[in-house]
Each structure stands twice: as structure tokens, then as C-alpha cells.
């Protein structure tokens, strides 16, 4: 065998190998079917694509290697065509949770035309409200039995006063659920969080999530409802920091979640464990509003995601990072609070956390 027909197989069985890690369990998530029948063919991919690379090295297989290889790549080819022609989109029977993408818009008051245009636009500016339709504030009894709110809110944006960056650990210290939380001046808080939009009758799967499982959904939730069901409900280990923000980036990031849910109400698009989830939407939305943000490890791994914003000077400095760290979780007094209604949860998983009784900016 020379040097070339060996780097040849090698370089074609590692190709085979490269295609059977994305079709096999591209067939056995997204093939229409029962169980059983996704099942097999999946197998039946794999073992051809065991035999294709066998072949390539077995000499007594010459007669038959290259009409295996032609039938693995003719599969490939319809598999990819199949692949493209799975689209997202916004008209499935949604799990009640993710029904709804939250609807939002600007709302300035009633102008005085008689006045200068200078006194009119800081008016309208100082006015502003953010109007939202479907923000969820669901009861939750247990993690399977809840009671359904979907609810119309005001938020007048020059209250603006924080931002806050949740991480919810459900995996370990590693992985976590990202959540964001903007606080206004009366009290209120806002959290918005990006899910998976799963169908009624789903699983979470993290493999699944990086093969079209799953649509993207952006969810403005009291944080009663979306807090409370993760710390207190299904018990996962919640952090709270606050960030340190310009008050007009604060603004601008929450008129940047209202618009995301708004492009994927018309343009659905589909959820990526890797790519496109909870944290690197964030990331996506926050190099829009500013510049200089490096790509990190920490935004793959979101259980280490307080860390990286540290690094960029972006949480409260009222105390190290250790020490930030030290008195991030919420969960005791999530807890304690279980009872209490909105607003008095909200103060309340937010005692000890340092720089939490001031603003972001």
C-alpha cells in the first residue's frame, strides 16, 4: 500500500466516520415516525457506515468497496437534502409554558404640538412606556401542575434602575440556565429568559437540542413565576448578581429581548444546544450594544458565565468576585419567600447580594 492510497483511506475514513456522527442521530431525532422505525434505520445508517470504513482497509474487499462507498455517499446526499427541508416553525401545539412569545412595544404620550420640538422629544422620551402583551405569571403547585397567567404589563423606562444575570445550575456547577432581570424604580421586576419552545408532549434533550429538536423562544416572566418555579419548584441552585450597566444600555438590552421576540414570532428559528441557546443569544444581542466582547469558553460552559462578565468589569463592584460568588445563592431565601406575593419576593432573594440595593449604572 503506498504512502498516498493510505493518507486516501485514512482521510475517507475519517470522512465516514465525520458523516455517521451528524446522520445517525439526525435520523433518529428528526425522522417522521414511530420509535421503532427511527430507530432502525439510524442503525442501519451506522452500520453502513461501519462497513464502508472496514471495507476501505479489508484488501480481500476491493471488489465491493467502492459500490459501498457510492451507496453511503448517495444516502448522505438525500439526507442533507431531507435536512434542509426541515424548517422552524410557529404553529405547533406548544407546551403551555412556551404558548406565548412575549409581544412588546414603545409607547410615547400625547405630544403638545404647540410646544418646541425640543421640549416635545424629552417629553416623549422621559414618557416612554414599554407596553407588553403575554408576559408569564404562572402559579406553580408542582413542577407538572400549575395554574396559567399570561398577563398585560406597563413598564415606564425612564424607571429603569438595574439589570441582574441569574444563572440556574440544573447540570452541575458547569451548565446553567441564563436568565436576565431588569429592576424598575417602583419596585417591579421584569426577567426574561431564552428557552427551548418544546411541543406539548416533549422531553428536554441536549443532544437533541443541536438537531432541529427544538424552536427558540424568548419569555418575559414575574420573577415569582420563572425564578420561583426553578429554586423552590424543581429545586435547581439558583445565583443572582447584579450587573453594572449604563442606564441607556439597560434600555437598550431590554428593547433588544422585545425585539428578538418579535423577529422570531414572524422568522422562527430553531434552538442549539451549542450555537443558539439561553447565553449565547445574550452574548449576540449585548455585541450589538457594544464593542469588545471576546468569544470564551465560559459562554459554551454558562455555569462559569458570572465569571466571564466579571472579567469585563460588568458586575457590582461592591465586593470581589469571590466574594460575589460567595453570596450569589438564592435559594434559602427563595424559600423562605415562597408565600410572599411578587414584589415581596423579589426584595427579598435579593437580601445580601452585594450591590443589589443600588443601581446599575
Given at each position: 500500500m503506498t504512502l498516498v492510497s493510505l493518507a486516501a483511506r485514512a482521510l475517507s475514513s475519517l470522512a465516514v466516520v465525520g458523516a455517521s456522527l451528524w446522520l445517525v442521530p439526525a435520523l433518529w431525532f428528526r425522522l417522521?415516525?414511530?420509535?421503532?422505525?427511527?430507530?432502525?434505520?439510524?442503525?442501519?445508517?451506522?452500520?453502513l457506515g461501519l462497513v464502508c470504513v472496514i471495507v476501505l482497509?479489508?484488501?480481500?474487499?476491493?471488489?465491493?468497496?467502492?459500490?459501498?462507498?457510492?451507496?453511503y455517499l448517495m444516502l448522505l446526499v438525500a439526507s442533507l437534502a431531507w435536512w434542509a427541508s426541515i424548517t422552524p416553525r410557529a404553529d405547533r401545539d406548544w407546551a403551555p409554558e412556551v404558548a406565548h412569545l412575549v409581544e412588546g412595544q414603545v409607547v410615547t404620550p400625547a405630544r403638545d404640538e404647540a410646544s418646541p420640538a425640543s421640549a416635545r422629544t424629552e417629553a416623549a422620551t422621559q414618557g416612554e412606556v414599554l407596553h407588553l402583551e403575554q408576559v408569564r405569571n404562572f402559579v406553580w403547585h408542582s413542577a407538572e401542575d400549575y395554574t396559567p397567567r399570561w398577563e398585560s404589563r406597563d413598564y415606564p423606562l425612564e424607571e429603569l434602575t438595574s439589570v441582574d444575570l441569574l444563572t440556574s445550575h440544573w447540570m452541575g456547577p458547569q451548565i446553567a440556565h441564563t436568565l436576565v432581570s431588569f429592576g424598575f424604580?417602583?419596585?417591579r421586576y421584569l426577567a426574561f429568559s431564552v428557552e427551548i419552545?418544546?411541543?406539548?408532549?416533549?422531553?428536554?434533550?441536549?443532544?437533541?437540542?443541536?438537531?432541529?429538536?427544538?424552536?427558540?423562544?424568548?419569555?418575559a416572566a414575574d420573577e415569582r413565576d420563572i425564578i420561583r418555579v426553578r429554586s423552590n419548584v424543581r429545586g435547581e441552585q439558583v445565583h443572582?448578581?447584579?450587573?453594572?450597566?449604563?442606564?441607556?444600555?439597560?434600555?437598550?438590552?431590554?428593547?433588544?429581548?422585545?425585539?428578538?421576540?418579535?423577529?422570531?414570532?414572524?422568522?422562527?428559528?430553531?434552538?442549539?444546544t451549542a450555537t443558539s441557546n439561553c447565553t449565547t443569544l445574550v452574548y449576540a444581542m449585548m455585541t450589538r450594544l457594544t464593542d469588545g466582547l471576546p468569544l470564551d469558553y465560559r459562554l459554551l460552559l454558562s455555569g462559569y458565565l458570572p465569571e466571564y462578565v466579571a472579567d469585563q468589569d460588568a458586575l457590582s463592584d461592591a465586593a470581589p468576585f469571590a466574594e460575589l460568588k460567595a453570596s450569589s445563592l438564592i435559594n434559602p431565601a427563595a424559600i423562605a419567600a415562597d408565600e410572599h406575593p411578587d414584589g415581596d419576593f423579589s426584595r427579598l432573594i435579593r437580601a445580601g447580594i452585594p450591590g443589589a440595593d443600588r443601581p446599575s449604572y
Open positions: 417522521p415516525g414511530p420509535e421503532g422505525l427511527r430507530t432502525t434505520v439510524a442503525a442501519l445508517a451506522a452500520v482497509w479489508w484488501p480481500q474487499a476491493s471488489a465491493i468497496r467502492w459500490r459501498l462507498m457510492g451507496s424604580a417602583d419596585g419552545r418544546k411541543e406539548r408532549t416533549e422531553q428536554f434533550s441536549t443532544l437533541g437540542g443541536m438537531f432541529k429538536q427544538y424552536e427558540l423562544a424568548v419569555i443572582l448578581y447584579r450587573v453594572q450597566m449604563p442606564r441607556e444600555m439597560i434600555r437598550e438590552l431590554l428593547l433588544a429581548y422585545v425585539d428578538e421576540a418579535e423577529t422570531l414570532r414572524t422568522q422562527p428559528r430553531f434552538y442549539n
